[in-house]
C-alpha cells in the first residue's frame, strides 16, 4: 500500500496528463471486494483506511503516467465503503438500535412543500419527541424488567426466590432479613441493569459520532454561508426560497448544503439529552416507588420531603431534557463546528448526580415497607403508548399540510409516509419492550403462585399481534393475486421483446414472473399503510382495553360469548408465543452476526438503506455511514479533476448510485461541469424519491441532471431495486436508458451457447450497452478546464 501511496504523490506532482479519464465504481448494498469490482485479483489501496478505502489495480497505480491508456479504457478506481455498516462485531448491538433508525428515517420523509417554514419546523420537533419517547421507553422496559420483576416481585415473593437461588441474597425469607433484603435496596442494586444499558447507548453512539460525524466534508464554500437561526429545523426544502445559498450549493435539494453531511453538533446535543433521559427514567423509578410509601398515612415525614424535593429536581430535568430537544435542529448551511461543550457535559452530568441522591433515598430502611403486588409506576406505559400515538396523529396533520402546498406525484402515501413510519417505530419499541418482559416474567415465573407479572398493558399489546399478522397475511394474498395475474399478462411482452426466438413456454414464464416480482416493489407503500392503519386501530384498542378492565385479555373476557371469551384466550396465549419467538429470534441473529462475518454483512444490507441518513432525530440510532462516504467520494472527485484536469465518470450501482448523486451535489460548480454520472440498478427514484421526496423528488433530480455535464442511468424490468429517473419532458431520454435486455438472450445462440441467466439487480457490467454508455460518457467530457455545453434537446 505505502509504494501505491507513493506513486499516486508523484502523479500529483507531476499534475498527470491533460487526456487523463477516471471512472470511480462505488459498490451497492452488501458490500463488494475490491477484486470483484476491478474484475482483477491484484489490487492496491490507494487511499483511505480499514474502514472505506479506494483501491485500484495493481498496473494501473502509475496509469496517469502514461501518454495513454489500451484501448483509450478510462483507469478504475474502486471504492469500498462495506466496512462501515459491517465491520466488527460490535455491529450486532446495532439490532437493539432498530426502533430508533426506523424513527430517525421517518425525520426525512417529510413531504417536499413551498412556503410554511414553521411546519417544517414543527414536523422535525414532533419526529425528535417521538424519538426522545423511544429512549424513555427502552430503559422503561428495562426497569421493568430488573426492578419491577425481579427486585420487586421475584425477591419478595419466597416460592419465586426459591426456584431462581441467584435471587436468595435479595430475599427476606431467603437470607433472613439480610442487609440487601430491604425492598429499596433491592431495587438500588436491580437500578444498575438500566443504568448500565444507558450508558452502553451513550458509549455506542459517543463511538460512532467521533468516527462517523467527525468526517468533515470540503468546507471551502460552507465557511463563507450566513449563520444558521438558532431554532432552524432540519431539512428546509430549498423550495421555500427563505435563505441565501452557498457558492456551489445546489437550488433543488438541502443535500447540496455545505453542512449537511456534518451534524456534530446536533448529535451531541441530543446524546446529551437521551442520556440524561435515561438516567432520570431511572431515577424516577426509584423515587416514586418510595415516595408512595412515605407519603402513606403514618409514613416518615422528613422522607416524605426529602422524596417531594427529589421529585421536583427530577421534573425539572426532564425539562431541561424537553428544552434542549425542542430548541434547535439541524445547522445545514453552514460548517457548523460548534460542540455545545457546557451542555453536553453537564446536562448528563446533573442526571448522575439525580439517580446518585435518588440510590440512598430508595435504600433508606423504612419500617414496614414490603413489596406487595407490582411495582408502583405501570402506567407510565400507558401514558407512553397514548403520547406517541398523538404524535403520530399531529405529523399526520402536518404532513397533509406541507403535501397540500406542494403535490409530489410520486409521493408516497400522499405524503403520509413519515408519520407512519414513525409510528411503526413506536410499535417496535412497544414489541421489544413487551417481549423482554413477557420472556423474563415467564422465566421467572415457574411457580405455583403465579407473579403479578408485567404491566397489563404489555399483555394487551403482545395480544394485537396476532390480529396484525392475520390482516398482513390477507394482503400478502391480494398482492401475490396481483403478482400473479400480472405475471401471466407480461409473458406477451417477453413474447415481442424476443420476436426472433422460438417460444419456450417455461422460459417465457419465469422471465415474466421475475418481472412481475420486481414490481412488488412499488406496492410497498399499500403494505407500509395498511399496517401503519391496523397498528394504530390496534394499539388504540390495547390502551382501552387495559385502561378500562385492568386486567389482561383472557380475564377481561371472562363472562361474555364463549367465542370472544375463546379468541382473547388464543390472541394472548399466541402473542405471548410469538414474541418469545421473536425475541429468541432477535438474541440468536446478534450473536450469529458477533461471531459471522456473512451474517454481519446480510445484517449490514438494512444497516446500508436505512443508515443512510443523518442522526437528526436519535442519537442513538446506528450511525450515518454517508457522513463518511460522501465526503471522501467528494473529496476524490475534486482532488482528482484538479491535479489532472482529466474526465471522470462516477459508476454508481444501487445504493453507490445515491452516494454518487449526494456527493455530486456537494462539488462545486466547476467540479461538477467535468464530472459525468452513470448510475445503474439505481433507487434513486424508484425508492428515494418516492420516500424522501424532500430531497430526492423531481426538481432535485432534475436539478442534478442540470449541475453535471452528462447523467446516463440503466435499469432492467427484473430488477426490484433499481429503476427509471422519470425526469419530465426530453430530460428523460437523455438520462433514462431504455430496459436492458434480462436475460441477454432467450435461447441459445453462438455468444451465450449456454443459458443466460435472469440478472435482475446485479451484474449490470455484464451488459454491452454498460460499456457503450460509459464511452459515450467519456467523449462527451472534453480534458479541458470548461465544461462542454450541452446540446439542444
Known amino acids: 500500500m505505502e509504494r501505491a501511496q507513493e506513486r499516486a504523490a508523484a502523479t500529483a506532482a507531476t499534475g498527470g496528463g491533460a487526456s487523463a479519464a477516471l471512472e470511480l465504481l462505488v459498490h451497492g448494498v452488501g458490500g463488494a471486494t475490491p477484486e470483484k469490482m476491478l474484475n482483477d485479483p491484484r489490487t492496491e489501496r490507494v487511499t483511505g483506511d480499514d474502514i472505506a478505502a479506494i483501491f485500484r489495480r495493481t498496473a494501473d497505480v502509475d496509469a496517469e503516467h502514461r501518454a495513454e491508456r489500451p484501448g483509450g479504457e478510462p483507469v478504475q478506481e474502486a471504492y469500498v465503503w462495506s466496512n462501515l455498516t459491517s465491520g466488527n462485531g460490535a455491529r450486532a448491538l446495532w439490532l437493539l438500535l432498530l426502533p430508533f433508525m426506523v424513527a430517525n428515517l421517518a425525520h426525512w420523509m417529510r413531504p417536499p412543500t413551498r412556503g410554511h417554514p414553521r411546519a417544517v419546523r414543527l414536523y422535525g420537533l414532533l419526529v425528535r419527541l417521538a424519538g426522545l419517547s423511544l429512549t424513555v421507553l427502552l430503559v422503561a422496559a428495562a426497569c421493568e424488567v430488573a426492578l419491577d420483576l425481579a427486585a420487586w416481585q421475584c425477591a419478595g415473593s419466597r416460592t419465586c426466590a426459591e426456584r431462581n437461588s441467584w435471587l436468595g441474597f435479595l430475599s427476606p425469607a431467603l437470607s433472613h432479613d439480610g442487609w440487601w433484603s430491604l425492598p429499596g435496596r433491592r431495587l438500588a442494586l436491580a437500578a444498575l441493569v438500566p443504568t448500565a444499558l444507558v450508558v452502553l447507548l451513550w458509549y455506542l453512539s459517543h463511538r460512532t459520532w467521533s468516527a462517523y460525524e467527525s468526517a468533515r466534508p470540503m468546507g471551502a464554500a460552507g465557511d463563507m454561508t450566513e449563520p444558521e437561526p438558532t431554532a432552524s429545523a432540519s431539512g428546509a426544502s430549498a423550495s421555500t426560497g427563505h435563505h441565501r445559498r452557498a457558492p456551489g450549493e445546489s437550488a433543488?435539494?438541502?443535500?447540496?448544503?455545505?453542512?449537511f453531511w456534518f451534524g456534530r453538533r446536533l448529535v451531541a446535543r441530543l446524546r446529551a439529552a437521551h442520556t440524561a433521559a435515561g438516567l432520570l427514567t431511572v431515577a424516577a423509578a426509584l423515587v416514586w416507588a418510595a415516595v408512595r410509601h412515605d407519603r402513606a398515612p403514618g409514613g416518615p415525614t422528613v422522607l416524605a420531603l426529602l422524596g417531594t424535593l427529589l421529585g421536583s429536581a427530577l421534573l425539572a430535568g426532564f425539562a431541561a431534557v424537553l428544552w434542549v430537544v425542542c430548541r434547535r435542529g439541524r445547522s445545514e448551511r453552514r460548517l457548523d463546528r460548534g460542540l455545545d461543550a457546557h451542555l453536553v457535559r453537564r446536562l448528563p452530568l446533573a442526571a448522575v448526580v439525580l439517580l446518585l441522591l435518588a440510590v440512598p433515598y430508595a435504600g433508606w430502611a423504612r419500617p414496614g415497607w414490603h413489596s406487595t403486588r407490582g411495582l408502583p409506576g405501570d402506567g407510565v406505559f400507558g401514558a407512553l403508548t397514548l403520547f406517541q400515538g398523538l404524535l403520530a396523529i399531529a405529523l399526520c396533520a402536518v404532513a397533509h399540510v406541507l403535501h397540500r402546498a406542494l403535490p409530489e406525484p410520486r409521493c408516497a402515501m400522499r405524503g403520509f409516509g413519515g408519520p407512519a413510519v414513525a409510528l411503526l417505530a413506536c410499535a417496535l419499541g412497544g414489541v421489544f419492550s413487551g417481549g423482554v418482559a413477557q420472556r423474563v416474567a415467564d422465566w421467572l415465573d415457574g411457580t405455583t403462585a403465579p407473579l403479578p407479572g408485567p404491566p397489563v398493558l404489555l399483555t394487551w399489546q403482545a395480544s394485537a399481534i396476532p390480529p396484525l399478522l392475520?390482516?398482513?397475511?390477507?394482503?400478502?394474498?391480494?398482492l401475490a393475486r396481483g403478482t400473479v395475474r400480472l405475471a401471466r399478462a407480461e409473458q406477451s411482452g417477453v413474447a415481442r421483446d424476443y420476436p426472433d426466438e422460438s417460444a419456450d413456454d417455461g422460459r417465457t414464464r419465469r422471465i415474466a414472473r421475475a418481472r412481475a416480482m420486481a414490481t412488488l416493489t412499488d406496492r410497498t407503500p399499500t403494505l407500509v399503510a395498511v399496517t401503519a392503519l391496523v397498528t394504530l386501530l390496534l394499539g388504540a384498542g390495547a390502551l382501552a382495553g387495559a385502561l378500562a378492565t385492568g386486567r389482561t385479555p383472557a380475564r377481561a373476557a371472562e363472562g361474555v360469548h364463549p367465542f370472544v371469551h375463546g379468541a382473547a384466550e388464543t390472541?394472548?396465549?399466541?402473542?405471548?408465543?410469538l414474541i418469545g419467538l421473536g425475541f429468541i429470534l432477535f438474541v440468536a441473529s446478534g450473536r450469529r452476526a458477533y461471531k459471522?462475518?456473512?451474517a454481519r454483512r446480510t445484517i449490514g444490507i438494512l444497516w446500508d438503506v436505512g443508515t443512510f441518513w443523518p442522526r437528526a432525530a436519535h442519537p442513538f440510532a446506528p450511525p450515518c455511514y454517508a457522513e463518511?462516504?460522501?465526503?471522501?467520494?467528494?473529496?476524490?472527485m475534486a482532488t482528482w479533476t484538479k491535479v489532472t484536469g482529466g474526465r471522470l465518470v462516477i459508476s454508481g450501482h444501487s445504493q453507490g448510485s445515491v452516494l454518487a448523486a449526494a456527493a455530486a451535489w456537494q462539488l462545486t460548480p466547476e467540479v461538477r461541469g467535468r464530472v459525468a454520472l452513470l448510475t445503474y440498478g439505481s433507487p434513486l427514484e424508484r425508492l428515494y424519491g418516492r420516500w424522501f421526496p424532500a430531497y430526492f423528488g423531481a426538481a432535485a433530480l432534475g436539478a442534478l441532471h442540470e449541475d453535471v455535464d452528462c447523467?446516463?442511468?440503466?435499469?432492467?424490468a427484473t430488477d426490484p431495486i433499481g429503476g427509471p429517473i422519470r425526469l419530465p419532458g426530453d430530460c428523460g431520454p437523455e438520462v433514462d436508458h431504455p430496459a436492458l435486455a434480462d436475460p441477454l438472450a432467450y435461447g441459445r445462440t453462438d455468444l451465450h451457447p449456454l443459458p443466460a441467466p435472469i440478472l435482475g439487480h446485479s451484474d449490470y457490467q455484464a451488459d454491452p450497452a454498460f460499456a457503450t454508455e460509459r464511452s459515450r460518457l467519456l467523449a462527451r467530457l472534453r480534458p479541458t478546464e470548461v465544461p462542454a455545453p450541452r446540446p439542444e434537446a
Open 628 to 636: 463518511r462516504a460522501v465526503p471522501d467520494l467528494t473529496w476524490r
Open 470 to 478: 392475520l390482516v398482513l397475511l390477507l394482503v400478502a394474498v391480494w
Open 252 to 259: 433543488a435539494t438541502a443535500l447540496g448544503r455545505p453542512g
Open 571 to 577: 390472541a394472548q396465549a399466541l402473542g405471548s408465543w
Open 711 to 716: 447523467w446516463r442511468n440503466l435499469y432492467r
Open 596 to 598: 459471522d462475518a456473512s
